[in-house]
């Protein structure tokens, strides 16, 4: 009885340690960590996409629908590396780089 005992109250104890740490207050997100997540996506979502993408394919835009005036695919892939130049220059207090900021327009 006392080895029953023993062993509830160790499963008692391991509950309530798991719960309670469950519970623990998360860090809140810094600048640098939402930055950081957010550019991750974006490469996680470009570049394999970019390398995928045949050579002769990246003139490709759709032509049916409503879209007059999109960019084509090298187009896009050009916008999303310029945003990320404009934004590294920004962190790091660089100047501007004049070919991402032509690009991004």
């Avoid at 798991?18 to 939402?34: E, H, R």
């Avoid at 490709?60 to 007059?68: A, C, D, L, S």
């Avoid at 090298?74 to 660089?94: E, N, P, T």
Wanted: a neutral charge; charged letters at 15%.
């Amino acid at each position: 009885m006392k080895n029953r005992n023993a062993l509830l109250m160790a499963v008692m104890v391991l509950t309530m340690s798991c719960w309670l740490l469950a519970q623990a207050p998360k860090a809140p997100a810094t600048v640098t960590s939402v930055l950081d997540r957010s550019l991750s996506g974006m490469e996680g979502e470009f570049v394999p996409a970019a390398e995928a993408m045949p050579e002769d394919k990246y003139s490709f835009v759709p032509t049916t629908g409503e879209f007059k005036g999109v960019r084509t695919f090298s187009q896009q892939v050009k916008h999303v590396a310029a945003a990320v130049q404009l934004i590294s220059a920004a962190i790091l207090g660089d100047p501007t780089p004049a070919d991402a900021a032509r690009t991004f327009s």
